[in-house]
């Protein structure tokens, strides 16, 4: 039963970016899904709450991911899961049958 965690697979190096990447580039997906269904407004908050997002990985995670892991999380996430809920509020709200 072996470990093969992104950084087991791809090394520390790949690993961050690969993680990096994925949390941004979904945002920017759902985004664009929300602007699409005319939910522009949505789309703008959840872009303005990816902008930390984004300081965080270049300032913390990408320079040293294994000493600034706790750190970058403890900074980052409370965005990622405000968008997560703007993006629930629109879903909830949106009226899917016009």
Do not use: R, W
């Not at 320079?63 to 980052?76: C, E, G, L």
């Amino acid at each position: 039963m072996g470990l093969n965690s992104l950084p087991v697979a791809f090394g520390v190096d790949g690993a961050k970016y690969i993680c990096a990447a994925s949390v941004s580039v979904t945002q920017l997906g759902v985004a664009g899904y929300l602007a699409s269904i005319g939910e522009t407004t949505y789309a703008a908050i959840l872009l303005g709450l990816l902008l930390p997002q984004v300081y965080f990985q270049a300032t913390l995670l990408l320079p040293d991911p294994i000493n600034n892991d706790v750190k970058y999380q403890a900074s980052a996430q409370p965005f990622l899961v405000f968008g997560i809920l703007a993006t629930c509020l629109c879903l909830g709200h949106h009226d899917f049958t016009a």
